[in-house]
């Protein structure tokens, strides 16, 4: 594991993932253990200011204005999934702010593979339509999703992404989202990246206990 850093860590953000919340279990999770050590979690609602005209680009620009409102100090991001891929992008971005990053399940593939995913003649008939209905976790139903989600989504490549800082990767063995030969690779490939192969689903929410246990020093947060 990378070397906790020398300054504790002052603020730390959790980037929830695609059709998720800023209410979700891992964040609830973190928050009640940041609270420990007398630290806010801070969690981006990246619904706001609704689903449907949400892109990439919109997240990262609504990070990184709650990253100026902030006083100086190191920051670490805990990206889920998709906020995983919105850590890897405002970490290079926002290299002299972002000390250190935590992903989980982190979708790496996102874009690149979205013609395997959804197929091309669905890809054709989102173009058409203008808008996709997906099933959002965060609200428990159907939402529609624009067109412009998935064309500004291809601009951004985690694999291309050159972030230097300190980074966990915890992967579940059994993640149905993201393939974890994937994320093996992606890791093999950056001598900054510490990869946890885990015994879980995408949603990872058995494995917190354990995860926590290596993010806890890895924030600088023990003695």
């Not at 953000?13 to 007398?38: D, I, P, T, V």
């Not at 609200?139 to 300190?166: H, I, K, N, V, W």
């Amino acid at each position: 594991m990378p070397d906790a850093p020398v300054t504790p860590i002052r603020h730390i953000f959790y980037l929830h993932g695609f059709a998720s919340s800023a209410r979700s279990k891992k964040a609830a999770f973190f928050a009640e253990r940041l609270r420990g050590h007398g630290l806010p979690l801070h969690c981006p609602d990246f619904n706001e200011p609704d689903f449907t005209s949400l892109t990439m680009t919109r997240m990262l620009d609504q990070v990184a204005r709650r990253v100026d409102r902030l006083e100086a100090g190191p920051i670490a991001l805990i990206g889920s999934s998709l906020g995983a891929v919105v850590a890897i992008h405002t970490a290079t971005r926002l290299a002299a702010r972002v000390d250190r990053l935590v992903l989980l399940a982190p979708a790496v593939m996102f874009a690149k593979d979205g013609h395997r995913f959804l197929g091309p003649e669905r890809v054709a008939g989102w173009r058409t339509s203008g808008t996709l209905d997906v099933f959002h976790f965060g609200y428990g139903g159907m939402r529609p999703l624009a067109y412009l989600f998935y064309e500004d989504s291809l601009g951004y490549d985690a694999f291309a992404a050159a972030f230097r800082q300190p980074a966990l990767v915890f992967q579940g063995l059994r993640d149905d989202a993201v393939d974890h030969r994937v994320v093996e690779k992606y890791a093999s490939e950056r001598s900054n990246v510490t990869l946890s192969l885990l015994d879980d689903d995408h949603q990872l929410i058995a494995s917190l206990p354990r995860i926590w246990n290596d993010v806890e020093p890895f924030l600088g947060l023990t003695e």
